[in-house]
């Protein structure tokens, strides 16, 4: 199991390329399957969750092929299995956005339930809601979903009992080659569900109210094949923009996206962090010699990402003064403070918040990773804390961040990955 030595104290300095969004690239990768022409995608990152995708599209019959760095050509004109096994579904729970497509386009589909994962118990009853809203018949058997209609789905008024960007997602392509209108109220707004949104469009789908709570899906009889390049990632860009606040630098993020990153940055303005757009992108630097302390709650966009809360958790932990974080998204997700505090951090748990007292300093430790974002939020007070910290588990970070150790040492960060042997955890890799 590889591990991350990180010698904090660095202040970092330089220019850090955004890659593609993980969580935009999943969604995209799963409407392939809506039509038997194909997709083609660039600025797809290359993570472990995205070979993962890979490795469920090409079970399914997609053929998959890379005709350049970061573009994925996916044609599922030969899909011929609906089945997604536990075996991958249960590594990675975006698994769950082939439900939609199968089930729109072939009548049936067979999706193993993902189960919980380290930050909650993400059920997805909102999902299969709306999908037998739609005239879908659901079964929940053995631990696998089984979905099926006779002839095409049917449009429906759906309302969402809370947002949901995957139910979200799940819907707007079944949705598409569904006979008829379907409308979405309390739809998911985050950029993804965006991005999943405008390239649906270019295949040939009828969809309105891309960015608002209200989308309206006019079914098509076909979809045909598009190229559509993959948003920035806003998650990856804040963490990197975190990572230099805290450590007192100053780094240039090409290709963030200012326009979808707005609470974030009121955040880190309210912090004492000077955010800049630059022609190529967005620059941060730490003005201060210690971060003020600010108060975040977490919820759905355009609000502050439930996704950059542990990355902002790192950053209070060295502030001036009491911060105090709620997480209203996730049920679980403070996986990170019991490590954070292992490194001195004044964290305590007060109701659903978690209170941050402010210390001068950080102390390197032995931590371990517990989920994707937790894990960045550990490399963030690692780059702080003065001395040598080890972060175990490193395969979570792998899921989500592209070359992380590459752009970090670009900046002047000492990380180090110490290969590890592939033990029996490595391989039981929590959902995300
Ligand atoms: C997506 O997960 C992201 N993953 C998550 O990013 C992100 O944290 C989350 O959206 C919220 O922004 C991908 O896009 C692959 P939800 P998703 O459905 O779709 C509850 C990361 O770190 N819920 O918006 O699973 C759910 O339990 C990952 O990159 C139901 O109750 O999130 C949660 O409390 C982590 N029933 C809340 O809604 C359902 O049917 C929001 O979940 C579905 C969700």
Redesign the pocket.
């Known amino acids: 199991m590889d591990k991350l030595v990180i010698h904090g104290g660095v202040p970092l300095r330089g220019a850090i390329p955004v890659s593609g969004a993980?969580?935009a690239a999943?969604?995209l990768m799963c409407a392939a399957l809506l039509s038997d022409s194909t997709l083609t995608l660039s600025n797809v990152p290359e993570l472990a969750?995205i070979r993962t995708m890979k490795k469920l599209l090409g079970q399914h019959g997609v053929r998959i092929t890379n005709p350049a760095p970061g573009v994925y050509a996916l044609d599922a004109a030969a899909v011929d299995n609906f089945t997604a096994p536990y075996e991958l579904v249960r590594t990675m729970?975006?698994s769950v956005?082939v439900l939609g497509p199968l089930l729109s386009r072939f009548g049936a589909a067979k999706v193993s339930l993902p189960g919980g994962c380290a930050?909650?118990?993400?059920?997805?009853?909102?999902?299969?809601?709306a999908l037998a809203a739609m005239g879908a018949v659901i079964e929940l058997k053995d631990g696998y979903v089984h979905a099926a209609c006779s002839g095409r789905l049917k449009g429906a008024e759906i309302t969402f009992d809370?947002?949901?960007?995957?139910?979200?997602?799940n819907a707007v392509m079944a949705a598409t080659l569904a006979e008829g209108k379907t409308t979405l109220h309390n739809a998911?707004r985050?950029p993804?569900v965006q991005d999943l949104c405008q390239a649906l469009k270019a295949m040939g789908a009828s969809v309105h109210g891309i960015g608002t709570s209200t989308l309206v899906v006019e079914g098509v009889k076909r979809l045909g094949g598009a190229w559509h390049t993959v948003i920035a990632d806003r998650?990856e860009a804040g963490t990197y923009a975190a990572a230099a606040a805290a450590t007192g630098g100053e780094v240039e993020l090409i290709g963030a996206r200012a326009d979808l990153m707005q609470a974030v940055i009121a955040a880190f303005i309210r912090a004492g962090v000077e955010v800049k757009e630059t022609p190529r992108g967005l620059s941060v630097r730490n003005t201060c010699k210690r971060l003020r302390s600010v108060d975040v709650t977490t919820e759905?966009?355009p609000g502050f990402?439930?996704?950059m809360q542990a990355q902002a958790m790192a950053m209070m932990a060295i502030a001036e003064g009491v911060s105090r974080i709620s997480e209203t998204?996730?049920?679980n997700r403070y996986m990170h403070v019991p490590e954070l505090s292992r490194m001195g951090a004044g964290i305590t748990m007060d109701g659903g918040e978690a209170v941050i007292h402010g210390v001068a300093e950080l102390k390197p430790a032995e931590v371990m990773a517990t989920?994707?974002?937790a894990s960045v939020g550990l490399v963030i007070a690692a780059l702080a804390a003065r001395g040598e910290t080890t972060l175990h588990r490193v395969y979570h970070l792998d899921r989500?961040y592209e070359r992380l150790e590459e752009k970090l040492s670009a900046c002047g960060a000492r990380i180090e990955r110490v290969p590890g042997t592939a033990g029996a955890e490595d391989r039981l890799e929590e959902a995300?």
Request: charged share 30%; net charge negative; glycine share 6%.
């Open positions: 993980k969580n999943l969604p969750d729970r975006a956005l930050i909650g118990t993400r059920p997805i009853d909102l999902h299969l809601k809370k947002v949901s960007v995957g139910a979200t997602e998911a985050e993804e998650i759905v966009y990402p439930t996704d998204i996730f049920e989920d994707l974002r989500g995300a």
